[in-house]
Structure formats: structure tokens, C-alpha cells
């Protein structure tokens, strides 16, 4: 009974068993997914998602759009954060398969305890690490068979972390959290045919906003299955061809799946970190030896499958669509040194200088080379060849952003919209979380 132990144990996590190292973590990924739902309200996605349901709004709202400021219901909070928190793709990924753990989780979290405030820290932590561990246990259970059928596994098990968080919040017990989970476990959502395009963000936003519609539901009497995830025809069965959820959800408790929570230095797909490494280093190389990037007539990298499987994108005419082009990483990375949210604006994309190297770059798949690792060539017109090897991609969990890096990355992106003396205070409120009297208050407080 995978639903029930994960009711189970969800429902019974405390605050005061929780170790040092995972409320670090866990506060880590919290201001991280701050800096990306502030951040990312700047791309098309959230804002479309914004007006296709304005006609709706009614006046009475208590959840703030981090983005924007403006309060709405908490539904409609869930869905714009979340969509939000996922449109620059900069957020948050697990050590062991493609989940990003915080978007769907606290952007139904965060919408709630706005709601039912006043939320305090402690609770707020809680939930949120029993949701990241019940949807990265399903996750991990059910990879990489789900994910190759064309799963995003982000949104499918997002929902259901989401409903877990939310229905702890809320005081559920274990019946209707089982019912919560098994409610949530029939909105799988998503698919990796909408990579590169405004639908993928919104894949989180609908997970976030499904999972808190699932623990309403259960609360309100709305009778479900009990055993949603391993029942016959249920999510396991239906969504993966391979699961070994019963040996996961023994693990709750023991292997903290949050502890391998990972954060993206460069705001594209994780799985052209290590080539985007290399090819910033080869730039560097070049111009030290006075070589000209404009005279590069091949690129190159030998990268793990997954590279070409996600991102053999050549042609390509959106700012979105660069973050799913490993030639269009390749081409900024030498041009401009850097992979910041700058590089993938649609101007960036149709630059006729970074459309000439992206049709230079080549990519050989190796099945011997991790995820995290690339070997990336430039050659130039005089014949110079240089090579560099990426052992493990900055951000990957052997070799961490550190907290000097990640404080940045929270400051550059929410600095844009309310500047940066609150931007600092912001930062200083999100450490401090687990001891606030009033969670809702962050989101009112560092609005624009
Ligand atoms: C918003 O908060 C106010 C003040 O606490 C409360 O009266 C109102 O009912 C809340 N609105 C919603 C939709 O929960
Ligand atoms: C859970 O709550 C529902 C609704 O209040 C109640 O009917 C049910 O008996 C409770 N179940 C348990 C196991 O406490
Ligand atoms: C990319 O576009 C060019 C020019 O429109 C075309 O010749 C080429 O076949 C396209 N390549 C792919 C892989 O679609
Ligand atoms: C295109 O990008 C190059 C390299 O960054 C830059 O020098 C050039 O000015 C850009 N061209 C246009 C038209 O913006
Ligand atoms: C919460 O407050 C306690 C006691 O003042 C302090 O030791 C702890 O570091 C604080 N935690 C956070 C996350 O700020």
C-alpha cells in the first residue's frame, strides 16, 4: 500500500526530526524558486497564463502573483507562480532523473498559507519537504521508463507533491490524504513534445494548481481511491512501463530525496550544463592565446544521448527555443562568455552571428559520457584546435553552486522588478523561513 505509507508518513513528518543538512537544503530551495517565480514573471508564458483567466478574477484574493504583486485566489496564484518559477527553466533539479522538485510544490504552498494565514515557518518547511520526498520517491520509482515515453516528469509527479504538501498543511488525515494523492494521481500533465515552447512552464503551474485542487477535494468529501498510485490501472501502471515504488517509499525517511536537490547556474536545460562549462572555457582559452571567435569554423562535443534526445533544436527562432537548442547554448557560450537570461531572448535567438556559429556546432552522442559531463572542441581558421573536458557541470551535485553563487542568482533575477535594497531584504527573510511567524507575509511583503 505505496499511497497509504506515503500518507502515512508524510502526515507524521515533524519539524524536530528534521536534520540540519536537509532544513539547509530545503531553505535553499526555497528562495531559489522565490528568485525564479520573481524573475521569470518577466517571460511570455506567465503573463498569457495571467490574462487567459483575468475574466475570472473575482476581487476577493489572498495570494500574491510574486511577479506582479497582484492578489488573487489561490488557485489562481498556484498556476501563475508556478508557471512562472518554471518559464526561464533556472530553477531546481534532482541528483538522480529530470525532476524539478520546488515549482509545483511551492506554488501551491505558498498560494495557501497566503490563504490560511497566518502559516507558520516550521509547518511550511514540513510540508514542503514531505511533498518534495513523496514526489521525487514516485519519480525516481517510475525513471527513467516514464520519462522516455515522452513524460515531463516535472508536472506528473509535481501534482501529487503538491497535494501532499498542501493536504498537510490543511490537517488531513491519512484517509483523505490517501484520497489527495490518488485525486491528484489522475492529472498526470505533461509531455516533452511541448519542450521549447510557453506550454512547458505551464505544465507546472497546472501540476501545482491540480495537486492543491486534489487535497481540496479529498477535504471537501470528495470520495477517490485509496490506492491511486499502485492500484492495477493506476498512475504506475498506467503512466510507466517500470516502477519499483514499494521499495522508494521504503526508503521515506532514510534517504532524504530534497538532500539531492541540485541548483541551475544557466537558465536552460540542465542536460547542456557541461557543454555550456566547456565551450565558456574554451572562449576564455581563445582569447587568451589572442585567438578571434569570429574565425571558429567547427564546434564540437561528444555528450551523453540525452543531449541530442532533448535538444537537437538547429532551427530555431525563439528565445524559449534556445533553451532547448544544445547549438544555440554552444554559440552564446562562445560569443558572449556567459549563459545568463539575456542570452535567451528571442533578439538573442535571431541574431544573424549567433545563427551563423549554432550551424557549426556538431554533437556526437557517447553513450560512455554521464549527464553531467561533456568534451567540447572549437577549431579555427589557422588550423588551432582547442579541447576541454567537463568532468561534472557546475550546479550538478559533485560540484555545487555555492551560496555566494546562488545569493547572486536570487538577487539578479528579483533585483529587476523591486530593486535591489529589497531584493537584500528579501533574501535575508527567505534564510530565516523556518522562524517565520507568518509565511504569507514573504509574499506580500517583497512584491513589486
Ligand atoms: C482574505 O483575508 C481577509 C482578512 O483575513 C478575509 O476576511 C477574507 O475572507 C480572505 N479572503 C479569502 C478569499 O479567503
Ligand atoms: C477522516 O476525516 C473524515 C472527514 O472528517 C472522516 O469521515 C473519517 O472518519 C476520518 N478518517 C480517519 C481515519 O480518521
Ligand atoms: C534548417 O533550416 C534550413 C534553412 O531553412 C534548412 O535548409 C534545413 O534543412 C533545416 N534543418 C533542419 C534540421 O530542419
Ligand atoms: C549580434 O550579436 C553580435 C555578437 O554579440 C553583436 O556583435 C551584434 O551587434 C549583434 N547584431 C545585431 C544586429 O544585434
Ligand atoms: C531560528 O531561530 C533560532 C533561535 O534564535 C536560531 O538558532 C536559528 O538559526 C533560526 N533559524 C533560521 C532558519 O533563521
Known amino acids: ?41 518577466d517571460q511570455a508564458a506567465p503573463v498569457a497564463a495571467l490574462a487567459a483567466v483575468t475574466p475570472f478574477l473575482g476581487s476577493q484574493g489572498n495570494s500574491t502573483i510574486f511577479g506582479n504583486g497582484m492578489l488573487v485566489d489561490a488557485q489562481t496564484a498556484a498556476l501563475i507562480n508556478g508557471v512562472a518559477s518554471h518559464a526561464d527553466d533556472y530553477d531546481d533539479t534532482h541528483r538522480d532523473n529530470p525532476i524539478h522538485p520546488s515549482g509545483p510544490v511551492l506554488s501551491a504552498l505558498f498560494a495557501v498559507a497566503e490563504w490560511k494565514a497566518p502559516v507558520l515557518g516550521e509547518d511550511f518547511v514540513t510540508a514542503f519537504i514531505a511533498g518534495v520526498e513523496a514526489e521525487c520517491k514516485l519519480g525516481v520509482s517510475v525513471y527513467p521508463a516514464h520519462y ?28 483523505q490524504m490517501q484520497q489527495a494523492i490518488s485525486i491528484a494521481s489522475v492529472q498526470v500533465t505533461g509531455m516533452h513534445d511541448s519542450f521549447g515552447t510557453d506550454t512547458k512552464p505551464f505544465h507546472v503551474g497546472r501540476a ?4 492543491m485542487m486534489a487535497a481540496l477535494l479529498a477535504q471537501a468529501g470528495l470520495s477517490g481511491a485509496l490506492n491511486g498510485l499502485e492500484a492495477d490501472k493506476g498512475w504506475t501502471h498506467v503512466v510507466s512501463t517500470q516502477e519499483n515504488l ?15 536537490n541540485t541548483f541551475k547556474p544557466y537558465p536552460c536545460d540542465r542536460i547542456i550544463h557541461a557543454a555550456i562549462d ?15 571567435i569570429a574565425d571558429i569554423i567547427r ?6 544521448p540525452m543531449v541530442l534526445f532533448l535538444t537537437d533544436k538547429p532551427n530555431i527562432t525563439t528565445g524559449v527555443e534556445g533553451k532547448f537548442s544544445v547549438y544555440h547554448v554552444a554559440a552564446v557560450a562562445l560569443l558572449y562568455g556567459e549563459a545568463t537570461p539575456t542570452q535567451f531572448t528571442d533578439e538573442v535567438v535571431r541574431n544573424a552571428t549567433v545563427a551563423a556559429l549554432r550551424e557549426k556546432v556538431t554533437v556526437v552522442n557517447d553513450e560512455t559520457v554521464t549527464e553531467h559531463e561533456a568534451s567540447v572542441t572549437v577549431e579555427f581558421a589557422d588550423g588551432t584546435k582547442l579541447e576541454y573536458h567537463v568532468e561534472h557541470a557546475l550546479g550538478s551535485f559533485e560540484n555545487p553552486l555555492d551560496d555566494k553563487f546562488l545569493k547572486t542568482k536570487f538577487i539578479e533575477q528579483v533585483t529587476r ?18 522562524n517565520a511567524t507568518d509565511v504569507g507575509a514573504l509574499g506580500r511583503s517583497y512584491r513589486t
Open 208 to 211: 501545482s494548481q491540480n495537486g
Open 417 to 434: 522588478s523591486i530593486g535591489q535594497a529589497k531584493a537584500e531584504k528579501a533574501f535575508s527573510a527567505y534564510i530565516g523561513i523556518a
Open 148 to 175: 522516455e515515453l515522452g513524460w515531463h516528469i516535472t508536472s506528473t509527479v509535481g501534482s501529487i507533491g503538491a497535494a501532499v504538501a498542501v493536504g498537510k498543511l490543511l490537517g488531513l488525515n491519512t484517509t
Open 1 to 41: 500500500m505505496a499511497t497509504k505509507a506515503i500518507a502515512i508518513w508524510a502526515l507524521a513528518l515533524n519539524y524536530t526530526s528534521l536534520s540540519t543538512p536537509v532544513l539547509d537544503i530545503a531553505t535553499k530551495s526555497i528562495y531559489n524558486w522565490a528568485g525564479c517565480a520573481i524573475g521569470g514573471y
Open 246 to 260: 514499494k521499495a522508494e517509499v521504503d526508503t521515506l525517511g532514510k534517504t532524504w530525496e530534497i538532500s539531492l
Open 299 to 304: 564546434v564540437g562535443a561528444r555528450t551523453n
Open 278 to 292: 566547456g565551450w565558456i572555457q574554451l572562449r576564455a582559452q581563445a582569447l587568451e592565446k589572442g585567438l578571434n
